[in-house]
């Protein structure tokens, strides 16, 4: 049995429901067991214990969210070395850039020596306005069915 841990924080939902896609994707296949936790409740057991990961985190201010770094603050020198070589993708939903959180998610996957799988998925859901940001989220069936084949591909690797 494959375990995927999903590692996701979210604040108006988008992150989440791309992370559900990737479980739901990774899901499909019968030998795969998906760990799907929020950050704030993840720790370096799960890393430890999981075979390939998924990052997911909104951009805010530019960088990943405050609680998904939090958890690799808690998490970065109790894993290194000893996750060496295993597969990740990252998922970034952010209101209309997205770069810099998959940079510094790539920086730290760099630094454990994990394997990219492929190219973060950025999705933009373009909210502009303060009640737009702070509006709940709803991710089109493109994107989820992009995040559901990323969740499939780390799935069989
Ligand atoms: C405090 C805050 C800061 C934000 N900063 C950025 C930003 O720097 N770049 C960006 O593209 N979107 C930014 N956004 C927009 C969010 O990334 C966007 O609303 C995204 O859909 C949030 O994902 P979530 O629904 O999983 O919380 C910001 C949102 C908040 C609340």
Known sequence: MKKLLIVFHSMTSGT???????????????DVAVNLIHAGEAGANELLEADGYIFATPENLAM???????????????????????PYATLICAGSDGENAARQIQRIATGWRLKPIAEPIIVCTYAQTPDEILAKKQIGEFDLQRCEEIGLALGIY
Do not use: H, L, W
């Open 64 to 86: 990943m969210s405050g609680v998904m770094k939090d958890f690799f603050d808690r998490t970065y020198y109790a894993a290194i070395d000893r996750i060496v070589g295993r």
């Open 16 to 30: 989440f429901q791309m992370a559900q896609a990737a479980a739901s994707g990774a899901q499909s296949e019968p």
